[in-house]
């Protein structure tokens, strides 16, 4: 079994790591503003009537809901990555944990994108290379965290 402790903190560290890329991409890179990502999110719970408004704008409620979201996923994936990893007897094999992470963040790309998109139309325009890149970042650091984690033994279990 995996170590879901581990797990969890692996999915969050990924999240978090994921979420700073695309920030950076988005405001440096596309000089785009930082908020929209958080409303598109957030529309998943709250409603496509959400994209109508103004999507340029920090608003506590929205970030809040996108946070929740996104970090709950984080947490979701990293323990699917962290159970496949047990489930396959990688949990010693760096190498091959990375494949692994770097394949599930591509699964989670297409998963996200295209499989999503029936439920979540509006997600089709976050079709992109550097979306993809951010997916597999995701996947790959999740990998490692929860093999440094679930190795050291570092995350207290209750």
């Not at 999110?41 to 409603?47: D, F, R």
């Not at 929740?68 to 489930?87: E, K, N, P, R, S």
């Not at 297409?110 to 997600?123: C, E, S, T």
Request: charged residues 10%.
């Amino acid at each position: 079994m995996p170590d879901w402790p581990a797990a969890i903190v692996a999915g969050l560290v990924a999240g978090a790591v994921a979420m700073v890329i695309d920030l950076l991409w988005t405001t440096l890179m596309l000089g785009g503003n930082p908020w929209q990502t958080s409303h598109q999110v957030a529309a998943m719970l709250m409603g496509p009537e959400l994209l109508q408004g103004p999507t340029h704008q920090f608003q506590l409620g929205i970030v809040a809901t996108a946070l929740l979201i996104h970090y709950g996923l984080g947490v979701l994936f990293g323990c699917l990555i962290a159970f496949i990893v047990t489930g396959f007897h990688y949990e010693g094999d760096l190498p091959m944990l990375e494949i692994i992470g770097g394949l599930s963040g591509i699964a989670l790309y297409f998963i996200n994108f295209y499989g999503f998109v029936r439920l979540f139309p509006w997600v089709a325009e976050m079709r992109s290379g550097a979306y993809l890149v951010e997916h597999l970042v995701f996947g790959m650091t999740a990998a490692m965290v929860y093999w440094k984690l679930a190795r050291s033994g570092s995350v207290a279990t209750s």
